[in-house]
């Protein structure tokens, strides 16, 4: 009752964040999970972390319509016919979005945004449609007032690719997050320079390898930080192995990697299939919710993404003396861990995943605002990073190999970036080709930043750590993030 005492009197919280805080609240009063001793122990030594999915799971945690297909046929819930012109598209979109549900309660996918619009164009001038763009685009920001929602374009160039990256870099917005698939066969350098300097100016898009991501699922978006998911599904759940906390309760590496890790896994994915059953068997998600009875997300597109945490504090805490990303001996240990992880999801069947055969996903994880001294996913932690950034992708690219539904590094540019977009791209283009799947740039003087995975404004910290209110609620998880990872010492790198 205390808990929900100071979120009704927050002076920092926002009428809706009060509203959603309530909501997970009330949620968080039921036990509806079958969560066996040892199971609960991992959960309380912060092994097991759920990442506040909520105790009764009525809805997936990651959706991922079908947009292209709604607005094909329209959408009778909503009483929404196919839209006939740009128009009718965008004030399809805005209420669509509005009712598609997540962990998050917004939208965390907004569809291959590029490809919705370009139909819709033709006859129009560039300075047309950029002003209704801008519209749509501070509609986007002001009412889904969270970053975990993203928006996809490429690979192939398109007029409105290019003019949403115009419009974006006008804006200057935390939301959408946007990340361009990127395919060397598909996508012309011009295009790609483009985005790049895009991102450089605003922290968005990031550029994804269209060429492995798109070996996991027929067809896949880029949702919420990075997470690859099929379209016209998503994921149950996503929860996390905290790789640090369960290194730190042995010094013994063998019995870590044959006892402990096994241990907790197996406790972790029973975990996830038990959220899995009671959102299929209990909810009614599948049997009511309109996305699914009008086929615009289907039950068996979706997967349960076991996520991880850590692995370079885990690394390091086997081989003391030694940094993970710069020391081959840290990085031994790393590749040990990861295959274990990797050959537990490969043989674990998991209920209602079949688009996955049934298997558990890896996913590296971005952390959250509590983590101290935990370094996402299978990044190299701030401070340790090499000082050659072709060493830096090409220690990712050994470890992104092992991760399915998302992993990503975040590089920080100087000036020289901005003036050379062609020579940032030679550096995606070589890294993609060592297996990066992944990659995020900022300038260092950029008020966006990305935290983790997502999108914060500096001047939004500056206000949140001042005790007023901020429009975007990831703003509260990106404060303490950015201070307690000290984001702001990431190494910056130049061209």
């Known amino acids: 009752m205390s808990d929900i005492y100071s979120i009704v009197t927050s002076r920092q919280l926002s009428y809706e964040q009060k509203v959603v805080a309530l ?20 959960m309380e030594q912060g092994v097991i972390c759920n990442l506040n999915e909520g105790n009764a799971p009525y809805r997936p945690r990651y959706i991922m319509p079908d947009y292209a297909k709604a ?18 598209l965008l004030t399809f979109l805005q209420v669509l979005y509005r009712h598609v549900p997540s962990i998050t309660t917004y939208p965390v996918f907004l569809g291959d945004l590029d490809q919705l619009i370009e139909p819709f164009i033709d006859g129009l001038s560039d300075e047309v449609v950029k002003k209704k763009l801008r519209n749509f685009f501070i509609y986007l920001d002001r009412t889904i007032t969270d970053s975990f929602c993203h928006a996809n374009l490429g690979p192939k160039a398109t007029r409105a690719g290019r003019l949403i990256l115009d419009v974006d870099r006008q804006l200057e917005q935390a939301v959408p997050n946007l990340t361009l698939k990127y395919d060397p066969a598909l996508t012309s350098d011009e295009f790609a320079e ?39 599904g998503g994921s149950y759940t996503l929860t996390r192995l905290v790789l640090p906390r369960l290194a730190q309760m042995t010094e013994d590496k063998e019995q870590f990697l044959e006892q402990l890790l096994p241990d907790a896994m197996r406790c972790m994915a029973d975990y996830m299939s038990e959220r899995i059953r009671f959102i299929v068997e209990k909810s009614g998600f599948f049997e009511s919710h309109f996305l699914a009875t009008e086929g615009l997300v289907e039950r068996d597109r ?30 031994e240990v790393a590749e040990q861990i990861m295959e274990v992880i990797s050959g537990f999801a490969a043989q674990y069947e998991c209920p209602y995943c079949e688009i996955a ?16 001294g935990i370094t996402s996913g299978i990044r190299i932690p701030v401070g340790d990073e090499p000082a050659s950034i072709y060493d830096h992708l090409r220690h990712s690219s050994r470890f992104h190999r092992f991760i399915p539904t998302g992993c990503s590094d975040i590089l920080p ?17 070589g890294a993609f080709s060592l297996g990066q799947k992944y990659i995020a740039f900022y300038a260092s003087d950029s008020d966006l930043v990305r935290i983790t995975g997502y999108l ?25 993030t950015y201070a307690s990872a000290h984001l702001a010492n990431r190494k910056v790198r130049g061209v």
């Not at 450089?200 to 492995?212: F, G, H, M, S, T």
Request: charge should be negative; aromatic fraction near 6%.
């Open 456 to 480: 914060v404004k500096r001047s939004e910290i500056e206000k949140w750590n001042s005790g007023q209110a901020v429009l975007q609620n990831t703003t509260q998880l990106g404060a303490p």
């Open 413 to 429: 540019f100087d000036i020289t970036g901005k003036q050379n977009p062609a020579a940032v791209l030679d550096i995606v283009k």
């Open 71 to 88: 607005v094909r046929q329209g959408v009778k819930f909503l009483e929404l016919d196919p839209p006939q012109d740009l128009d009718e």
């Open 302 to 331: 979706f997967v349960a993404m076991f996520g991880l945490v850590g692995l370079a504090e885990a690394a390091n805490h086997f081989a003391p003396g030694k940094k993970y990303g710069t020391d081959p001996e840290a990085d």
């Open 194 to 232: 483009q985005a790049i300097l895009t991102s450089l100016c605003v922290a968005n898009p990031a550029i994804c390898n269209d060429v492995l991501n798109s070996r996991t699922y027929d067809r896949y978006g880029i949702s919420s930080c990075y997470n690859i998911l099929p379209i016209g």
């Open 23 to 42: 909501a997970h609240a009330a949620e968080d009063t039921l036990q509806v999970l079958n969560i066996p001793e040892q199971t609960r122990r991992y």
């Open 357 to 372: 055969n049934h298997r558990l996903l890896l996913h590296a994880q971005v952390g959250i605002d509590t983590d101290h």
